[in-house]
């Protein structure tokens, strides 16, 4: 029976995907001989799967675990003088509102309870995406665009001006971006649910996914001690700054830029070490073996990938993180900056930071698409960064970005924008109940929301590469061996191919 039914659409009649009881691919008997241009083709072409055993990229690699041991150098200093002398008090909800100088335990039982409610929004996503494929996107959608409405009219009420204009902007682009991202969803929809499919046949996708979720909450659990702790050891005022210790408004901003700096930076690669291990592991040898059912498919894929990613091609995967950390860096600046001129009512200055903030997102956003894509081809063929990122231009080139771009949809960005926005809510929320003493004056409730949201989104962004590395697989399977899909699945092949007919056209052999 078909699974594929004609629905109109906002551009005419498209063919929509709806699974049965079984899955939508695989169906086929054997092994599929890999026609492509003409030659019969092994999965294992081109060191496929069986890279070089060398350490690709060491210096990022060096400067990654030198990074990284400075973070836990001073997480271990400031957590013991904090513990040492109590915390500075404060505890969970009303009455334990602590010292007045600065963060205290009240902060750190706040932002516990943001990575718990990250955590568990990341599930919950993850959950409604895997049982309403379609529906999610739109969802997603709408959702981040009530909430910008919401915080645009909750500021217009409070007579918040600079940021009721900024969110006023925000909200507008969210409107026409969801009119223009509506018409992608149908094939998006479609690649998601192939995904999901695929992933109910490989357990190993969801443990990968939720190890690397867990490993980004505890990750995020450590990050708040230890920003609360510096606060705490070298805030000016403090009782420790009476012995010995060095205490500087200068020196507070520079170690939170430092720890803030490691902790995004570990969370990428966190992230893109779980996209190698799955596009290097199941989803990869999917596409190039067939369905594990077929006997084909290499013993224990997942772990195979996973050590190649934590160790040979751990270097290229610290040097892709980097450019993106820097650019996150620079995003937060100038949120930081459009924060403080809201704070001092300067919205010129405020909406000058803003529009900095969204042309540096913007190419944020581009590189770690483009990223994406370089450690895939470093996850199959064990690539450096540079020459993965030469291929991955090379394939955008021959296949067209435009089509590309789709899957970007099948990505969890707006859903981490609405998990980091419901992060921040709460934060603001427990603030205003709890009125602890250190935020009297409101000058710390800038900074704890910004960390939840940081939490917040990141715990999902983890979570999401989990699809993003499936539905990049299949781009990237296709860019190089677009028949081997059209054997695998060849429904979802003809509807690409009558949809976008260059990104099923062979690639030019080098």
């Avoid at 006997?295 to 997942?302: A, D, I, N, V």
């Avoid at 160790?311 to 950390?325: C, E, K, P, Y």
């Avoid at 924008?417 to 603030?431: D, E, N, T, W």
Wanted: aromatic share 14%; charged share 10%.
């Amino acid at each position: 029976m078909s699974q594929w039914k004609t629905q109109p659409q906002p551009f005419g009649y498209m063919p929509v995907y709806e699974p049965g009881p079984s899955p939508p691919y695989a169906q086929t008997q054997g092994f599929a001989p890999q026609y492509v241009n003409g030659d019969n083709k092994s999965p294992y072409e081109g060191d496929r799967f069986k890279p070089k055993k060398r350490i690709n990229d060491p210096i990022f690699l060096v400067l990654f675990v030198a990074v990284f041991a400075g973070f836990c150098v001073l997480s271990g200093i400031a957590i013991s003088q904090w513990i040492k002398d109590g915390g500075l008090g404060g505890g969970l909800g009303r009455g334990s509102t602590g010292t007045a100088v600065t963060l205290d335990y009240h902060t750190v039982y706040l932002l516990l309870l943001v990575t718990a409610a990250g955590l568990l929004l990341a599930t919950i996503y993850l959950m409604l995406a895997r049982a309403f494929t379609r529906l999610i996107m739109h969802f997603t959608l709408i959702l981040s665009i009530a909430l910008n409405i919401g915080v645009c009219v909750y500021y217009w009420i409070t007579k918040y001006y600079s940021g009721a204009i900024i969110f006023t902007v925000i909200a507008l682009f969210s409107i026409l971006a969801y009119f223009g991202y509506r018409a992608r969803i149908p094939l998006a929809s479609l690649l998601l649910q192939v995904v999901m499919d695929v992933s109910k046949h490989h357990p190993s996708v969801y443990f990968v996914a939720f190890a690397a979720l867990l490993f980004q909450a505890g990750l995020s659990v450590w990050f708040t001690f230890t920003a609360i702790a510096t606060y705490a050891k070298w805030t000016p005022g403090n009782p420790t700054c009476g012995s010995g210790s060095a205490c500087s408004s200068g020196k507070v901003a520079g170690l939170i830029f430092f720890e803030t700096f490691a902790y995004l930076w570990t969370s990428q690669v966190i992230g893109n070490v779980a996209l190698a291990t799955l596009a290097g592991g199941p989803y990869g040898c999917w596409y190039y073996f067939g369905p594990r059912e077929q006997g084909q498919m290499p013993r224990h894929p997942t772990i195979s990938a996973f050590a190649r990613a934590s160790t040979l091609s751990l270097g290229s995967i610290a040097f892709g993180s980097l450019i993106v950390t820097i650019l996150d860096i620079l995003r937060l600046l100038f949120q930081a900056l459009r924060n403080n001129a809201n704070e001092d009512g300067n919205p010129v200055a405020a909406i000058l930071a803003c529009c900095a903030e969204c042309f540096v997102a913007c190419i944020e956003g581009m590189v770690q698409y483009f990223n994406r894509y370089a450690y895939i081809e470093t996850a199959l063929y064990g690539k450096p960064y540079v020459e993965a990122a030469k291929d991955t231009w090379r394939l955008f080139v021959d296949r067209g970005i435009d089509a590309l771009v789709n899957d970007q949809l099948v990505g969890m960005t707006w859903g981490a924008y609405a998990v980091g926005m419901l992060s921040s809510l709460f934060a603001y929320l427990y603030l205003r109940y709890t009125h602890p003493s250190y935020n009297a004056d409101g000058q710390y409730t800038a900074p704890v929301i910004f960390f939840a949201f940081v939490i917040g989104a990141q715990c999902l962004m983890t979570l999401s590469s989990a699809i993003e590395a499936g539905v990049s697989t299949i781009f990237v399977g296709l860019g190089e061996d677009p028949q081997v899909l059209a054997y695998r699945a060849p429904e979802l092949f003809s509807l690409i191919a009558s949809m976008y007919p260059k990104v099923v056209q062979g690639v030019p052999r080098v």
